[in-house]
C-alpha cells in the first residue's frame, strides 16, 4: 500500500512539473540541456535540434514564403510561459513559421513560446550596426495571453468590479 501511495505521488509530481507547451510524442527530442546563449554563441553547432525558448515579440512580417517574428529572448518558467523580467535577456532571435501566420496574431509586446528546429545564423543591419541573430523553424507557437495587474492590494476585487476598464467608454451608456 505504502508503495502504490508513493508511486502515484511521484507520478502526480511529475505531472505538475512538465510543460503543457511540449506534447508527449516530442519530449524526448527536445534538447533541453542547451541554453539559449550557447545556441546565440554558435548555432551552427546545434543546427537540426529541437529547443524551446520564448519571449517578447518586437515585430512580425510575413515574407513571400513565410512569417517572421524578431523575439526578445526571455527566460521560461516550468511550463515554459516566458517569465516577464527584459533585464533577465539573453538577446533576440528571429523564428519563422512557413504556414500562414497573420502578423496581426502576434503584435509587438505579445509573450510567446516556441518549440523550434535551430537552422543557423542571420546576420541584419541594425541602426548603424549589424547584429547576428539565431534563425529557428517553428513546430509549434503558444502565444500566451495578456496577465491582468491590478493596481491595489486586493487582486480578489476583480469579481465584482465594472467589467470595463473605463466606464467612460462603456459600449451602451458612454459618458454619463
Known amino acids: ?12 509530481l511529475h505531472g505538475c512539473t512538465t510543460s503543457g507547451l511540449v506534447p508527449p510524442e ?14 546565440k554563441a554558435d548555432a551552427e553547432k546545434f543546427k537540426g535540434r529541437l529547443v524551446v525558448v520564448g519571449g517578447q ?33 539573453k538577446g533576440r532571435f528571429l523564428a519563422f513559421k512557413s504556414e500562414f501566420l497573420d502578423p ?10 516556441v518549440i523550434a528546429e535551430v537552422v543557423g545564423n542571420r546576420t ?17 507557437l503558444k502565444i500566451w495571453p495578456k496577465e491582468r495587474r491590478y493596481a491595489g492590494s486586493f487582486p480578489f476585487w476583480d469579481r465584482w468590479s465594472y467589467p470595463f476598464d ?7 451608456w458612454g459618458a454619463y
Do not use: C
Not at 515579440?57 to 513571400?64: D, F
Not at 550596426?129 to 523553424?137: A, C, F, M
Open 1 to 12: 500500500m505504502l508503495l502504490l501511495g508513493m508511486t502515484l505521488l511521484v507520478s502526480s
Open 26 to 39: 516530442l519530449q524526448h527530442r527536445i534538447s533541453r540541456d542547451v541554453p539559449f546563449t550557447a545556441v
Open 57 to 89: 515579440v518586437l515585430s512580425a512580417q510575413r515574407l513571400p514564403e513565410e512569417t517572421q517574428i524578431e523575439v526578445l529572448q526571455l527566460p521560461l518558467d516550468r511550463r515554459d510561459r516566458p517569465i516577464l523580467n527584459l533585464v533577465e535577456s
Open 104 to 113: 496581426a496574431l502576434v503584435p509587438p509586446g505579445s509573450n510567446i513560446s
Open 124 to 140: 541584419v543591419g541594425v541602426h548603424d550596426g549589424t547584429y547576428t541573430y539565431p534563425t529557428l523553424k517553428i513546430k509549434t
Open 166 to 172: 473605463d466606464p467612460w467608454t462603456h459600449p451602451y
